[in-house]
C-alpha cells in the first residue's frame, strides 16, 4: 500500500463518493447481466424489512381484547403490502435465476391466505349487510381459525426472510464470479465515458495506480472507469504497456530494467512502469485490447 500517495487514495475516495462505480454497474446491468444491479439487492432487503415489520405486528394477533376487525385489518393490510413489493421484485427481475422460487412461492402462499382469510369473513360478512342494526362479526367468526392462520403466516414468512438472505448471497457470489473478468463491462461504449473523461483532469502518476487500488480494493466499475480514461487519454501511451506485455508472453520479465522501487523495497518512489508492472495479466491483456481496437 506504500504505492498510493495521498492523492491517490483522495481521488479513489472521490470517485467512490461520486458513485461512478454504481452506475457503470447500472448500466451494465440494464443492458447485459441484471444480477450485477444494485437495485435487486436493495430490493432484496427492502423486502426483509418489511417481513420482519409485518410479523412484528402479526405477534399482536393474540393479544387480549383485539377484535375480529383489528385482527382482519392486522393480517390482511401486513399480507398486502408485502405481496405488493414482492410481485413488483418478482415483475422486475424474473430473469435472475438465483431468485429462485423463493418469491413466487411467497406469493403464492399469501394469495391462498387472504383468499382462506376473506372465506373465513364472508359469512360474517353477508349476515352485517343483512342486519345493519347488527355488526356483532364476531358472533359468527372462530377467532382462534384468524390467530392460527395469523401463526401460519408468520412461520411461513421468517422461513422466507431467511431464504431471501440465501438469494443475497448466490446473488453476491455471481456479481463476484462476474467482476473477476477483466473485460466485463467492455460492451459499454466509449460515449457513455467520454463527458467524465473530458471534464476530469488526472496525472498519470495518479490514474494507473487508481487502477491498481480499485482492483485490490474490488470497486471494479472505478477500475473500468480508470482504464478508459487510460485509453481515451492515451496516457501512458501504448509502448508503456506494450513493453511489459510483450516480455510476459515472452517470459522474459526477468530481463526488463529493474526498478529501483522494487530494488530498494520502497525507498524511492514508484515509476509508472512499477504500476504497469503490478497489473494482474487479465488487466493488463484488456488495457492493451482497448488501445489497439
Aim: proline letters at 4%; a negative charge.
Amino acid at each position: 500500500m506504500r504505492c498510493f500517495s495521498v492523492d491517490i487514495w483522495l481521488g479513489f475516495l472521490k470517485m467512490v463518493s461520486l458513485g461512478i462505480g454504481e452506475r457503470i454497474r447500472m448500466l451494465y446491468a440494464d443492458s447485459t447481466e441484471p444480477v450485477v444491479s444494485d437495485e435487486l439487492l436493495n430490493s432484496l432487503e427492502d423486502l426483509q424489512l418489511e417481513i420482519v415489520r409485518v410479523t412484528s405486528t402479526f405477534t399482536k394477533c393474540g393479544t387480549p381484547g383485539y377484535t375480529v376487525q383489528d385482527i382482519e385489518t392486522l393480517i390482511l393490510d401486513g399480507c398486502a403490502v408485502v405481496l405488493l413489493t414482492a410481485k413488483n421484485i418478482e415483475n422486475k427481475w424474473e430473469t435472475v435465476v438465483e431468485i429462485g422460487n423463493t418469491l413466487s412461492d411467497l406469493i403464492s402462499f399469501l394469495n391462498i391466505n387472504i383468499a382462506k382469510i376473506n372465506g373465513l369473513l364472508a359469512p360474517a360478512r353477508e349476515t352485517h349487510y343483512r342486519d345493519r342494526a347488527s355488526g356483532d362479526r364476531a358472533a359468527t367468526i372462530d377467532v382462534q381459525q384468524l390467530r392460527d392462520c395469523c401463526k401460519e403466516i408468520i412461520g411461513f414468512m421468517t422461513k422466507t426472510a431467511y431464504g431471501l438472505s440465501i438469494v443475497k448471497i448466490k446473488i453476491l457470489e455471481k456479481r463476484h464470479e462476474l467482476f473477476q473478468q477483466p473485460g466485463l463491462f467492455k460492451s459499454i461504449p466509449p460515449d457513455v465515458f467520454k463527458r467524465g473523461i473530458h471534464t476530469s483532469e488526472y496525472e498519470q502518476e495518479e490514474i494507473v495506480p487508481m487502477i491498481i487500488l480499485s482492483h485490490c480494493m474490488g470497486a471494479y466499475g472505478i477500475r473500468e472507469w480508470c482504464i478508459r480514461y487510460v485509453v481515451a487519454k492515451q496516457t501512458p501511451p501504448l509502448a508503456a504497456f506494450q513493453k511489459e506485455i510483450i516480455a510476459r508472453r515472452d517470459g522474459q520479465i526477468s530481463k526488463l530494467d529493474p526498478s529501483p522501487f522494487f530494488r530498494t523495497a520502497g525507498a524511492v518512489a514508484p515509476e509508472i512502469k512499477d504500476f504497469i508492472a503490478l497489473f494482474p495479466q487479465g488487466i493488463l491483456e484488456y488495457v492493451y485490447e482497448l488501445y489497439t481496437v
